[in-house]
């Protein structure tokens, strides 16, 4: 299930992230073949679903994850025309 639209979908439609770090800190980073331990959500790679899961603070639901998660990194990838990093 997607953590964006909360529509069903399978893997192969969907991407999986998982909490970990980046440059800016605590962030949901994409998990593209699946390996990374720990829990992991699958999202539509979507701008529109990410902002759903973010305005959803879906991320640190479904990760475990008590605290605030970057999604530049996720963003960007998604979308590189998004990239507002100054
Ligand atoms: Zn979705």
Do not use: K, N, Y
């Amino acid at each position: 299930m997607c953590v964006g639209c909360r529509e069903r979908a399978t893997a192969l439609e969907l991407i999986r992230v998982v909490a970990g770090s980046d440059a800016h800190g605590p962030a949901v980073v994409p998990d593209p073949d699946g390996t990374a331990h720990g829990r992991g959500a699958h999202l539509h790679p979507t701008i529109a679903c990410l902002d759903l899961a973010v305005r959803r603070r879906a991320f640190p639901r479904a990760l475990r994850f008590a605290g605030g998660l970057d999604v530049t990194t996720l963003r960007t990838m998604i979308d590189p025309s998004t990239d507002t990093t100054p």
